[in-house]
Structures are given as structure tokens and as C-alpha cells.
């Protein structure tokens, strides 16, 4: 029986002013045993990498192959300094980590963080890794999801205005976001997520008379939900849905746009939570946290969500590793 190989998972960078490189190298040298049951990957600098190792680290890092991403020349570690090159090395390791990914390169990508400003300085409209990495595969279909244990939210809309979210949540896209969540529960072995629904509008527009988008559109996605197998509950009032005794109650929580989610998810889990993009042919996780420029190079920077995003590559690339054999 031949065994198994070792799923190969990518980190890439982030920008390389931030916490990305030094979270990385010290979390590797903190989890040698990450390397036991993955082949590792840094995409990005090797300049930039090493620059690191020898900033905050005072052991060798476990086996680890560095690859070259970008062809920007980056002189800026961990000085907390927003610039467009370090903008641009960090868009172009994504871009390349996800190519790769999607030709069957390497198994599954963890992110670290972005600077969104450091992007858009070099004229690149930049939302994030989640629209980029979907836009790479040709998803039209993805959620973004955060996820702490037991504590999973998907975002209708994610990085656009508060102005523009009422339109953006439509019917079809509520249902689709609530059922990519669904699969991404059962996944973890629940067969029958209960998924709550949040309102758009404070006290889930009081019947009407605070706004009728409730009424309008998020009812009849949760009756639609409901029809197709999804035990939806909701429009659930979101200043109610995160108090411990409600949560427990559900599996899984659909959130109508980036605040509404994020806020209450980094309070109870800043420093374990994980973003993962849903509805992607390729698996992509990520931190849960921004670049941290006002903390970059003072080796403080907490690594425990990167290590979290890690093991749910790890978990997800192993499983799917699994189910080609």
C-alpha cells in the first residue's frame, strides 16, 4: 500500500512592512513540527525572508523551500512604512501563489496580511484577498469566512462601502452565501448546520418601519433557505446574535456586510480566528488581522491565528489529499 504524501502549503508574505514576514519565521520556529506533516513553502521575497530569520529568530526553521514571487526589489522589513513597493511585492506573491495553486502546484495557500493602501498606491484596484484569489480561479460563487471553533460567520459583502450594502444584499446572494456556509460546516462532519441569518437593519427593521429590506429580502432568502434544506433561522437582530446563550444555539451565522461580523468575531477570537474564502476550486486561508504597521519589527506581533490558519489548510489539504488516493 503506498502511503500518503505530505500536502504541500504555501505562506505567502504579506507586505513585507508589516508583521507578515516576522509572524511567519517565528511561528516556524515555535512549530517545528508543522514541517513533520506538510512540505512548506514562503512565497514571496527570499531576500526579504531571511532578513527575518535573522531579525527573530534564533534557532535554524525547520525544512522550508523559499520561492521568488515578485520581482520588486524590497528593502523595507519590518519598518511599518506604507510604500507601493512593498504594495506591489505583496500583490504580485498572491497573484503567483494562486496560480500556482490553481495548476496543482502546491495544495493550499495561508495568507498573511495585506496592506490594501500599499496596493492601491500603484494605481491596482485592490479589495482584498478574497475578491483577488476568487478572481484568479473565475469564482463567481465565494464567501468570505471567519471561523473560531464553533464560531463560523460568512459575509454576504465584504469590502465595499456601509452606503452600498442594503443593494448588495440580494435575495440570490443571501441564498448562496447561506449555502456555502452550510457545505463548509458539513464538511466538519455536522449534518445538519442550523444557520442564523442576521438583519440588515437594527431590530430587523421593526416589520417594516425601520427599513424594509428585512421584510423585503432577507425573509423570503430564509423561507427560500428552508425549502432547499437549509435550517435557517432569521433575520436574527445582530446586536442579540452574538451573546454566548444565542450562539450556542447555531452552527453557523450569515452576516450581512464586514462590521456587522468582524467586530464581534475579533472580540471573542482576535487571537485564533481564521479567514478562509468559501466556493474556491483551490484552499485558501488566511489571518484574521491587518498588518499591524504600529508593532512591525518589535517581534510582539501575536502569531496564534496564522498558526490556527495553518491547520485548517492542513486539515483540508490532508482531506483532500485523502479523497484522490
Avoid: W
Avoid at 484552499?283 to 498588518?291: A, E, K, L, N, Q
Amino acid at each position: 500500500m503506498t502511503s500518503l504524501r505530505l500536502p504541500k502549503i504555501a505562506f505567502t508574505m504579506g507586505d513585507p512592512a508589516g508583521i507578515g514576514p516576522e509572524i511567519i519565521v517565528r511561528m516556524l520556529e515555535d512549530h517545528p513540527e508543522f514541517a513533520e506533516n506538510a512540505e512548506l513553502f514562503i512565497y514571496g521575497s527570499p531576500e526579504v525572508i531571511r532578513d527575518a530569520v535573522g531579525c527573530f529568530c534564533k534557532k535554524p526553521l525547520p525544512p522550508i523551500e523559499l520561492v521568488e514571487a515578485t520581482g520588486v526589489k524590497v528593502s523595507h522589513l519590518a519598518d511599518g512604512i506604507l510604500s507601493p513597493e512593498c504594495g506591489l511585492a505583496a500583490y504580485e506573491t498572491v497573484v503567483r501563489a494562486a496560480k500556482d495553486a490553481v495548476a496543482g502546484k502546491i495544495d493550499a495557500i495561508v495568507t498573511a496580511p495585506v496592506n490594501k493602501a500599499a496596493v492601491c498606491l500603484n494605481g491596482i484596484p485592490f479589495s482584498g484577498h478574497t475578491e483577488l484569489v476568487a478572481e484568479i480561479c473565475g469564482t463567481k460563487d465565494f464567501a468570505m469566512m471567519q471561523s473560531a471553533g464553533s464560531l463560523r460567520i460568512a459575509f454576504v459583502t465584504t469590502h465595499i462601502a456601509l452606503s452600498e450594502v442594503p443593494a448588495a444584499c440580494t435575495f440570490d446572494r443571501i441564498v448562496r452565501t447561506a449555502g456555502l456556509l452550510h457545505d463548509a460546516v458539513r464538511a466538519e462532519g455536522i449534518p445538519e448546520p442550523r444557520i442564523a441569518i442576521a438583519a440588515i437593519n437594527p431590530h430587523a427593521g421593526e416589520n417594516g418601519n425601520m427599513g424594509r429590506e428585512d421584510e423585503d429580502t432577507v425573509k423570503p432568502a430564509v423561507r427560500r433557505m428552508n425549502e432547499l434544506g437549509i435550517h435557517a433561522e432569521g433575520p436574527v437582530p445582530p446586536d442579540a446574535l452574538f451573546v454566548q446563550s444565542v450562539l450556542r444555539k447555531y452552527d453557523g451565522i450569515v452576516s450581512m456586510y464586514h462590521d456587522q461580523g468582524h467586530i464581534p468575531f475579533k472580540m471573542l477570537a482576535f487571537d485564533r480566528g481564521v479567514n478562509s474564502t468559501l466556493g474556491l476550486p483551490i484552499i485558501r486561508t488566511s489571518v484574521d488581522h491587518g498588518t499591524a504597521f504600529n508593532i512591525a519589527g518589535q517581534g510582539i506581533a501575536d502569531f496564534g491565528s496564522l498558526a490556527e490558519a495553518f491547520r485548517i489548510a492542513l486539515k483540508r489539504a490532508s482531506a483532500g489529499i485523502q479523497k484522490q488516493s
